[in-house]
Structure formats: structure tokens, C-alpha cells
């Protein structure tokens, strides 16, 4: 009753109830059309999941199909068209049990008739296909409540739940060889011989997306975090990211996405393999499955968390940041600030050329960052799909007279909203990198305080004259403290311990209160003076404590390693551009950009955080 093509393998028809009707067991006809494979004949394949209920409709071909074995491996068969017949192909090396079509193994290709169903075990995936299908096909069934029947006889032994099946067999004593079965509603089943190994294995872990590949990594443990989700693994947890162009398509991120999966052949190098040969040396988070940065699994990692209200001017401080980093570092302590992902960092390398590449303050101009912006991505985490901002990492590298370090530094550009009180932070978790963070920056916008701008009603400058949102600085950090204290399980009045910095920003405005460009840079001859920085920041404490004491409070309030500094991102006012899609907005002039003290809080934490890295000065006495 099979047509093959030559030097394929002729198999067996698929275990079916013997006396079901003819026109149950026999699909009629459907009407053809050309198919854009090619083919005049061939229309389409529709695929079963007969464990999870999915469905699925081919059109073109070649189609790679993929499942993980029991022992969680990965087993991959491929469907081809040739001359106008579908012909099934084993792509991956299994053993005789892990891929069964009508429950033989599939050791060679086989050519598929059209109109007939076929049955397809691969590894712990059980699907039905039939090429042309009828249009009622597949018909409406349980995959959480199967039949088993006796293929001889017809006879139906009984319905279960199919967790529950091989049980029942062995208090029955059925003969699983002689036994099969299915979901109800459909009339094609597998021999319970051929599947005892899925069946007797627990349920895979599904959810009401259908994802069939969701992770049982333990997300509270491990000695890794994933820089998007920040979700812990271990480094035998992480997934392979597959390399060749036909493995494009990943049951979780979709059919863009090249697929992620749990390496099990290597070649001499110690590389993973992707199931078609080539060598796979990208790896993904188990949790949200992004692509981590390279050499991620080889190096340290701190988190410094950016937080401050919209339009506080964050993104610009990361770009100056990030920017005269890569060039103080080097000229105050030899240490290199390198980029660490630049497929990663795109989006911020991208800010940093537009400002200091710019000829005009129109080119200078940086978007306000949105929630669903482009430094954002949406991710899977914990069962949902959520946006999540995207992390910039940059590589460390220092050496003193008696250490050498090798380090890597996450920054985030946060839209300030998600800091906001009321702020959904299940749904919306793209704030919770504070949770995980070395150390964190919270910028303060000064000129958006009403004391501020009454001392300096004198100082023509447009930041002042700006009304937008009420100031609620104060209130963002309060949250922040609720967050940080709820997630890390400390009661209200325990202290978080990473250094915070607070970063009084635009101190070029308010030069009348303070003199910032006189306060001493705390660098000399390679090292850090902190005694200069706390005598700095006292100052700074003592403006606050008088015009927003609020802010003082709040800082101290949630942690006890509390430093304040005065930074100026762009080192100028800018001025309201006059015409153009961006009239209105403030720019700075690309020729005036000269940043004031955006490097020395960086310092501090770096200090706090990687000890040895960064030389301090000695303190007389000590």
C-alpha cells in the first residue's frame, strides 16, 4: 500500500482501530494547488502534537523539525520535497528508539504518499502528519485524555489520562506490543512498545502560550545571572545558540531567532555543534534565552544601576559616562574600558557617536528613552512576555603592583517611569536590575526643584524656565528603597549594602550655590584620594540638606554607603532649537560639550565594588 522512490525505505501502516469505519480510516481527497515550493502537487503537511495539542501547517520545504530525546539531547528530522513527493530524512544521530515513524525506527529517508497519516516519535515528541490533508483534518481531540486499544481485536481497553497509561498496562497486564494508543478523537495511534520511554517520563513543562521549551533551570540559584532577566543558572544550564542558517526558527523566540538548545556533541576545539556540523560558540540565557555577551561565562560581573526621573538627562550621562571612561580611566589609573558586546551596544554606541560626532545641535539631540523604546526589548520571563531594557556591557581591564583584574560592567538606560510609584513591577520588571546591582547612581535633577529655582531665579537659563513634570524625585527613590528592601527580604529599617552615588546633575547651572569646578578632583598620581571625595561630598550634602532635604533623607534612609556628587554631562546649558521637526527642544552645542566630573562617582563605586582595581591614596596616619 506504500509508494516510495528508489532506495527508500518501504515501512508499515500506523497502529489504527481495525474497526473503525472506512471513511474514518481513509481520507478523502482535497482539492490541489500549485505549491510554492515548487511542485504541482504538493500543497501542504499538517503536523499533530498529539502530547500538547498543537497544529501545525507547512507549505514550504525544506522543513527542519526538532525535539529534545528523554535524555535531553537533541533529535531533528527534516521533510524535503523532491520531484514532487515529501520526503522524510533523519538529520541528527539517534538511537533506534528515538525516532520511529509508524513505529519503526528511521534509519533512512522515506518517501510520504499523499492523504495517508503517518505516526512520528521523535524523541519525546508523538505527532501525526499527513501530506494534502483533507480540510477537516485533524479533527477535533483530547491530547489530556487518551484510548488504548487492542490492535488485533479492536477491542478498547479503557481511557487515561497518557501520564497514566503504561501504569494501568502493568497492573493489566497488557501486551504492549499488541496495545496502542491514542488521543480520543483521532483514529491513529502508537504502539504503547514504541513509547513507553515518553509516557513514562513526567509532563513537559508547557504554559497557556504553548511554548514547548520552556526552562526548569532554577531561577533563584546558580552562580551566573543573565544580564537581561537577571535570573541565576550554572554554566552547564546555559543553551547553545546554533550557527547554521537552516536551524533559523526557536519554539520560544520564533522563527527569526536561530534555535537555542542543550549542546551534546563537540568538536576538538571543545566547541558545541549545532545539529547540522557546525560549531555553535554562542550561548543563551536558559530563563529568557537572549544571546549573552561574549566571554560572559569567563569574567566577573558588577551591575551599576542608572535611576532617576523621566527627563533627568540619564541618557546622556551614560553616553558622556561611557565615553570618558574609555579615556580617564586609561590616563588616571592604566586601566582599559573597553566594549564588551558591540553587537550588544549598538544602540549606545550609536548615542555616543551622535553627540560627539555631531556638527549642529539639532544632531545633538537624544530621544527620551521609552518603555517600549528601542534600548528595550520584550523577552520571555517567568512564564510572561515582558519588556526588559537592554544591558551595555563594558570590559575592564587593570593592573596594580601587586594585582591584575579582569572585570566587566553592566549599565542599563532606563526609562525613568519605571520608577515611578504605582508602577506595575510583575509586569512590567524592567526596573529590577537594582536588585542585582554592585552599585548604583541615582541622578538628581536640581533644576526641576522649585528651591533650586528659586535661588537661582537669576541665571538665565532655559533648564529653569521649563515646566513639565511635578518634582517627585524624593518619592522615586522611596520606591526604589520599598522594591529593593521587598525583593531582598529586609525589613524597613535594615540598609541595603551596595554604594550608592547621588549625582547632583547640571552643576554648571548652579555654579551661584556651589563652585563645582572648584571642588578638588580627588586623582593624583594614579590613585584615588578619598578623603578628597568625602570632603567633597559633605559639601554637596550640606547644599541638599538645605534646599531638598527630602532627597537626603531618602538616600540615607536606604543605604548606609552614601556618597554625593556634583556632575554636569554636558558641561554647558543648551539652548531651544528654533526650527525644524525638533523646535522647542533643548541641544547642547557640539562645540561647547566640555563634561564636569561624570567620571569621579564611577571611580568611587569601582572602588567599592572591585577592590585592587583602582589604587587608593594613603591617608596620613594609616
Known amino acids: 500500500m506504500w509508494r516510495t522512490v528508489p532506495h527508500f525505505k518501504k515501512i508499515s501502516a500506523p497502529a489504527r482501530f481495525p474497526n473503525m469505519p472506512p471513511s474514518q480510516l481513509q481520507s478523502h481527497r482535497q482539492q490541489q494547488t500549485p505549491n510554492a515550493g515548487g511542485g504541482s502537487g504538493i500543497t501542504s503537511l499538517v503536523i499533530v502534537d498529539c502530547l500538547d495539542g498543537q497544529r501545525e501547517l507547512l507549505n514550504r520545504f525544506p522543513h527542519l523539525l526538532r525535539s529534545t530525546s528523554i535524555d535531553e539531547h537533541l533529535v531533528t528530522v527534516e521533510f524535503q520535497l523532491r520531484k514532487n513527493t515529501i520526503v522524510l530524512t533523519p538529520t541528527t544521530d539517534a538511537s533506534r528508539t528515538e525516532v520511529l515513524i509508524n513505529d519503526n525506527p528511521l534509519s533512512n529517508a522515506v518517501s510520504i504518499p499523499p492523504h495517508e497519516i503517518f505516526s512520528l516519535k521523535l524523541g519525546s515528541r508523538l505527532l501525526l502528519f499527513q501530506v494534502n490533508p483533507p480540510n477537516n483534518w485533524p479533527p477535533e481531540f483530547s491530547h489530556d485524555h487518551w484510548q488504548v486499544f487492542n490492535t488485533a481485536t479492536g477491542e478498547i481497553l479503557g481511557k487515561y489520562s497518557p501520564y497514566d497509561i503504561l501504569a494501568t498496562a502493568t497492573t493489566q497486564a497488557w501486551d504492549t506490543a499488541r496495545c496502542a494508543a491514542c488521543p480520543i478523537g483521532i483514529s491513529t495511534g502508537f504502539l504503547l512498545s514504541s513509547i513507553s520511554d515518553v509516557l513514562s517520563s513526567p509532563p513537559p513543562a508547557t504554559n497557556s502560550t504553548g511554548w514547548d521549551a520552556l526552562s526548569t533551570t532554577d531561577a533563584t540559584r546558580g552562580r551566573f545571572f543573565c544580564p537581561a532577566c537577571w535570573l541565576h543558572f550554572d554554566a552547564g544550564d546555559a543553551l547553545s545558540v546554533a550557527a547554521h542558517e537552516t536551524l533559523r526558527g526557536d519554539p520560544v523566540l520564533g522563527d527569526d531567532a536561530m534555535l537555542r538548545f542543550h549542546p551534546t556533541r563537540f568538536n576538538d576545539l571543545g566547541q558545541a555543534v549545532d545539529p547540522m556540523g557546525l560549531p555553535a560558540t554562542e550561548l543563551a540565557c536558559p530563563h529568557c534565552r537572549r544571546q549573552l555577551p561574549p566571554s560572559y561565562l569567563e569574567l566577573p560581573h558588577k551591575i551599576f544601576s542608572l535611576i532617576g526621573a523621566p527627563s533627568s538627562g540619564k541618557s546622556y550621562f ?92 553592566i549599565f542599563y538606560d532606563n526609562a525613568g517611569e519605571h520608577f515611578e510609584p504605582g508602577h506595575n513591577i510583575e509586569d512590567s520588571p524592567g526596573a529590577l536590575h537594582v536588585v542585582s546591582s554592585s552599585g548604583i547612581f541615582f541622578l538628581y535633577d536640581p533644576t526641576s526643584n ?3 529655582r528659586r535661588e537661582l531665579a537669576d541665571v538665565p537659563d532655559p533648564q529653569l524656565r521649563q515646566h513639565g513634570r511635578a518634582d517627585q524625585q524624593d518619592s522615586i527613590l522611596a520606591e526604589m528603597e520599598v522594591r529593593m528592601k521587598r525583593m531582598l527580604a529586609l525589613s524597613p529599617q535594615e540598609k541595603i549594602t551596595p554604594p550608592v552615588a547621588i549625582l547632583v546633575g547640571k552643576c554648571d547651572v548652579w555654579t551661584k550655590l556651589l563652585d563645582a569646578r572648584t571642588l578638588p578632583r580627588p586623582v593624583h598620581n594614579g590613585t584615588l584620594d578619598t578623603d578628597v571625595i568625602d570632603a567633597n561630598s559633605a559639601q554637596i550634602r550640606n547644599l541638599l540638606e538645605r534646599l531638598c532635604p527630602c532627597i ?4 540615607e534612609s536606604l543605604a548606609n554607603d552614601v556618597r554625593y556628587f556634583a556632575v554636569s554631562s554636558l558641561g554647558h546649558s543648551p539652548a531651544p532649537i528654533e526650527t525644524g521637526p525638533n523646535a522647542g527642544l ?34 596620613p596616619g594609616k
Open 318 to 409: 551614560l553616553a558622556v559616562l561611557t565615553r570618558i571612561l574609555q579615556e580617564r580611566l586609561f590616563q588616571d589609573f592604566r586601566i582599559i574600558f573597553k566594549d564588551g558586546d558591540p553587537t550588544g551596544n549598538m544602540l549606545l554606541n550609536q548615542m555616543r557617536t551622535k553627540l560627539f560626532s555631531a556638527s549642529t545641535p539639532e544632531e545633538c539631540v537624544l530621544g527620551k528613552t521609552a518603555m517600549e523604546g528601542s534600548t528595550y526589548e520584550r523577552l520571555p520571563r517567568l512564564g510572561k512576555w515582558v519588556s526588559l531594557p537592554r544591558p551595555f556591557v563594558y570590559v575592564l581591564n587593570g593592573s596594580t603592583e601587586n594585582n591584575a583584574t579582569t572585570a566587566a560592567v
Open 450 to 452: 522649585p528651591r533650586f
Open 552 to 555: 537626603v533623607a531618602q538616600a
Open 586 to 619: 533643548l541641544a547642547p552645542d557640539p562645540e561647547r560639550i566640555d563634561p564636569i566630573g561624570v567620571e569621579i562617582p564611577a571611580y568611587w563605586l569601582l572602588s567599592r565594588t572591585m577592590p585592587g582595581l583602582i589604587s587608593l591614596k594613603e591617608s
